[in-house]
């Protein structure tokens, strides 16, 4: 695994951490509430785009087209 130095982890009230990374060679956002187990939950992000997670775990971030395909807030 390999954590993005362009965006900080963001963490919720629920102890869920987002964090942009690449694991097994896909690039993207995932999530962990363990700290051992990550779930995907977007890809294709750019370093320094930036995301959002919320009390309930739900994730968001921008996606821009040189990104992969679609542009637009996921």
């Not at 993207?28 to 509430?33: L, R």
């Not at 700290?35 to 921008?62: C, D, E, M, P, Q």
């Amino acid at each position: 695994m390999q954590v993005s130095p362009f965006n900080r982890p963001d963490i919720n009230n629920s102890g869920t951490v987002a964090f942009e990374g690449s694991v097994g060679g896909v690039h993207g956002i995932y999530t962990t509430n363990t700290g051992t187990s990550v779930t995907l939950v977007g890809t294709a992000v750019g370093g320094g785009i930036g995301f959002s997670i919320n009390k309930s775990g739900a994730v968001a971030y921008r996606r821009d087209s040189s990104d992969g395909p679609g542009r637009g807030i996921f």
